[in-house]
């Protein structure tokens, strides 16, 4: 089977149904009534983390493949990046129609009085273009530099969950700290550039690999 072949029918199935655990889990802790004393205050603490994990796994795409060489993992990126998106509709939507019963005026006062919604506000609001130009159709439209550029706001996004996070925890700060710790180590590697020799390394290694078709 040819890769792009095995990228279709093996690769991106997989990924998609290991991208559905956290949601099945969380469906299945409400039938079986395992969500604790406040189910609501525990899908919005699940739905977050996992759209911060998925935007941090969507980050550590490019990184992997550098570090790496195997080119094939770009091909999931999107998924992961629209996993992130979803993940965070979802934990948007609690909010709006658990917490503030489609109060859209509390829900615009709560936006601008409290900086940890504000920050998680702007944050998802962010990864709406991502999501719209995340097809090949716009990455034609906007060409690749512009689409880059556009792109790089997932870092932004990236940079607000961990301050949101930050924000709304009162006490143990240690789990936005990891996140945030994780999130730096991703940005270094895309400040870090290889050398005149790793350059000339990593031309030797897609030359081969371009000679083995
Ligand atoms: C990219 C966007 C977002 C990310 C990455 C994110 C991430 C998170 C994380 C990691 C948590 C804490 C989970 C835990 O305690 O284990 C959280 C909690 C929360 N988030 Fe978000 N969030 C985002 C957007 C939003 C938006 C748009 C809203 C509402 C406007 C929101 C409202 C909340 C609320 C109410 C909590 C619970 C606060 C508490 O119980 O003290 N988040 N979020």
Redo the contacts with the bound molecule.
């Keep these: 089977m040819s890769l792009s072949k095995w990228v279709r029918r093996i690769g991106k199935p997989v990924i998609f149904a290991a991208c559905l655990v956290p949601v099945s889990l969380i469906v299945a802790d409400i039938f079986q009534g395992r969500l604790g004393a406040n189910p609501i205050?525990e899908i919005?603490?699940?739905t977050?983390?996992w759209?911060?994990i998925f935007?941090l796994v969507t980050l550590g795409v490019s990184p992997l493949r550098r570090l790496t060489g195997w080119g094939v993992v770009v091909q999931f990126r999107r998924m992961l990046g629209l996993f992130a998106f979803s993940y965070?509709l979802v934990?948007?939507s609690i909010?709006v129609v658990f917490?503030h019963f489609f109060d859209l005026a509390a829900?615009l006062e709560?936006?601008v009085k409290r900086p940890?919604?504000t920050v998680?506000?702007t944050?998802?609001m962010l990864?709406v273009p991502l999501a719209i130009t995340s097809t090949k159709g716009w990455v034609k439209r906007l060409g690749g530099r512009r689409w880059n550029r556009l792109h790089q706001l997932v870092y932004v996004?990236a940079a607000?969950?961990v301050l949101?996070?930050l924000w709304?925890?009162k006490a143990d700060t240690r789990?936005?700290i990891v996140?945030g710790l994780v999130l730096v180590a991703l940005l270094a590697t895309r400040l870090w550039r290889p050398g005149k020799r790793g350059r000339r390394a990593e031309a030797v290694v897609r030359d081969a690999k371009a000679s083995l078709g």
């Design positions: 205050e919005t603490h699940r977050g983390d759209t911060l935007l965070g934990h948007f909010y917490d829900i709560d936006i940890y919604v998680g506000f944050s998802l990864l996004s607000g969950g949101h996070y709304l925890v789990r936005p996140f």
